[in-house]
């Protein structure tokens, strides 16, 4: 059980660091403005990056918990955590409002890029400091 937790750990990081690329990808060709890539950055904002995180992250504390390998003092650990708040914030306060906005037949703003940018730096310092763990 150990080892698939730890399997789908590192597979949802992937998995969530590359959909955050791909979304970044989209906002700057069509998402924009196109109501139909606009539904297609909803899904994959919403289960790529936001749900597929919220699982991570509890994956991630449960083996956090699980294991002895790591104290409660682990300080990269507890800086990744605080750190998906933001990408929270950050979507429900500039992507969605945006997607919403474009689906619905309006045009997009520059929110949706710096939303969507700003939560891969994130999830790519998140990525970073998983991978390091320094």
Not at 28 to 38: E, W, Y
Request: net charge positive.
């Amino acid at each position: 059980m150990l080892s698939g937790m730890l399997h789908l750990h590192h597979t949802l990081a992937y998995l969530i660091f590359l959909v955050s690329i791909v979304n970044v990808m989209l906002v700057l060709s069509s998402a924009k403005t196109d109501a139909t890539m606009a539904k297609v950055l909803k899904w994959s904002h919403d289960l790529g990056v936001l749900w597929a995180g919220r699982i991570n992250l509890l994956v991630g504390i449960g083996l956090w918990m699980i294991q002895d390998v790591y104290s409660w003092a682990t300080i990269w650990i507890w800086v990744s955590i605080l750190l998906w708040g933001p990408v929270e914030v950050l979507a429900k306060r500039m992507v969605k409002p945006e997607i919403t906005m474009v689906t619905a037949g309006g045009q997009g703003s520059g929110r949706m890029v710096s939303g969507v940018s700003l939560q891969l730096l994130l999830i790519a310092v998140i990525f970073g400091l998983m991978s390091a763990r320094p």
